[in-house]
Each structure stands twice: as C-alpha cells, then as structure tokens.
C-alpha cells in the first residue's frame, strides 16, 4: 500500500471495507474499483393518524420507500438524478420531500397525507457501477487484498453472511459455509457482471 506521504506499507492480510471510500483503499494498492458515492435521502415523520399496524417495507415503483420505524415512519429514495457525489457531500434537498416523496406516499396511504416530518438526513451508497451486488474475496492476482465492498445499498442484510465468508477465507483459505466465488472481484476483470436488480 501507498500511502498519501508516499511511503510503502506491506501486511499480511488486508481487508478494505472502506463504504463508499473503497476506491480510494483499492487505489492505494494500484486496483480499480468500479464503486462511487452515491446520494440516498432518508425522511423520518409522524402521521397524524397512525396505520392500525406496523408497515412493513413497502417499496413504491418509483423507488419511493416507506416503513415503521418505531412510533414514527420512515420513507427514503434515491435522487431522479444519480450521479457519483463528494465524498463529504451529504446536503439534504427538500425539494425530494416535498415534490417526490409526500406526494407518492400520501397517494399510496391515504392517512399519510397529514403528516408531520421529524427528521431527515442523506447517506452515501457504495455504488458498485459494474453490476449493483457485492464485491467480495480475495483479488485473484493480488491474493492478500481482501474485498468487502460495493453493497449499492444492501450491505446491512448481507452483513452475517459476507462477514463469515470473509472470516473463513481469512482463515481457512476458502470459503466454507457459504460459497461466496459469485461475488468475486475476478468477475470485474473479465467483464462478466452479476447484475442484482433489486437496487432502489
Ligand atoms: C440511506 C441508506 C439506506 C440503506 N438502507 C439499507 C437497507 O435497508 N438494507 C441494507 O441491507 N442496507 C442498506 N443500506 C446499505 C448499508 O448501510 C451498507 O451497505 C452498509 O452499511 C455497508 O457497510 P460497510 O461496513 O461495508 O461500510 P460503511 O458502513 O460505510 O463503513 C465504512 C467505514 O470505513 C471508514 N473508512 C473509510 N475510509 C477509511 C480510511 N481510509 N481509513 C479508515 N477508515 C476508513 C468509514 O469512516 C466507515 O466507518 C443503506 C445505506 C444508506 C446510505
């Protein structure tokens, strides 16, 4: 690895699971990472009529989604506009609220046309550009450069199980429980995606 002063460091194992910094870890080894910040919005409100149970996560068309989140609700989306953002840029845009979001969700819940939003903040997806899923596991060349990156926004769910993978290929030298080869950087090199569509 090199380092911004420029010196070289060396180790035995080395992960990155840098987020959406994971091009700039991948770039201190000399490999490209197809992976860039993107913006998600996230909204917290009360509705002034509760539903009589709790919403489970409920994803519009649009990408538009919405779900309980304890006695209030939570609703986020991406931008129409999706471009790769500063590392440090999490401004919020209210616009997204106010002409996207209320209108879309009050439209699909109708007791969610008088509410009152509490909260709201923006978040960065580690995009993976190449194919929206995981990069995961060792980089075929580079063997001691261990991948964790690329969720596009998934990553939490898939934490316990990428997170053994990784622990056996550390390990063990091969995945044990959970074959985990699909996520593999090599598919990035030999230009072969493996698309997940259920991005929002
Ligand atoms: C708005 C939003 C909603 C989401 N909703 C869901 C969801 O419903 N379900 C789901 O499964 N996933 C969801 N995700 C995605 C999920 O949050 C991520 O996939 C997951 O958090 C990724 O975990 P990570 O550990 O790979 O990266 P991160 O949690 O981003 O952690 C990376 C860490 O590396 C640190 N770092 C970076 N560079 C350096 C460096 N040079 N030196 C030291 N430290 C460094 C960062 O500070 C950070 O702490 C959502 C993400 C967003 C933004």
Redesign the pocket.
């Known amino acids: 690895m090199t380092l911004k002063s420029g010196k070289n460091m060396s180790c035995g194992t080395l992960v990155n ?5 994971a091009v ?2 991948a770039r201190m080894a000399g490999l490209y990472l197809p992976v860039e910040p993107r913006k ?1 919005y ?1 909204f917290i409100f009360d509705a002034q009529s509760p539903l009589e149970c709790d919403l489970p996560l409920t994803i519009d068309p649009s990408g538009v989604h919405m779900r309980s989140e304890g006695s209030y609700y939570l609703a ?1 989306c991406p931008p129409d506009d999706d471009p790769a953002v500063d590392y440090d840029d999490f401004t919020q845009d209210h616009t997204i609220w106010q002409e996207k979001v209320w209108p879309i969700i009050a439209n699909r819940i109708p007791q969610f046309e008088a509410i009152k939003l509490v909260n709201s903040w923006a ?4 995009y993976n550009t190449f194919d929206q899923n995981a990069v995961i596991g060792p980089h075929h060349e580079v063997e001691n450069f261990i991948f ?2 690329g ?1 596009s ?7 316990m199980a990428m997170g053994r993978g990784l622990s056996e290929i550390i390990t063990y030298g091969t995945y044990r429980s959970i074959d985990l080869t699909p996520f593999a950087y090599k598919r990035i090199a030999e230009g072969k995606p493996f698309t997940e569509k259920a991005v929002i």
Do not use: I, L, M, V
């Not at 978040?123 to 580690?126: D, I, K, L």
């Not at 926004?153 to 934490?159: E, I, N, P």
């Open positions: 699971c840098a987020g959406p910094r700039e870890t998600r996230t986020g978040g960065h997806y580690a964790s990156n969720f926004g998934h990553g939490f769910q898939q934490s």
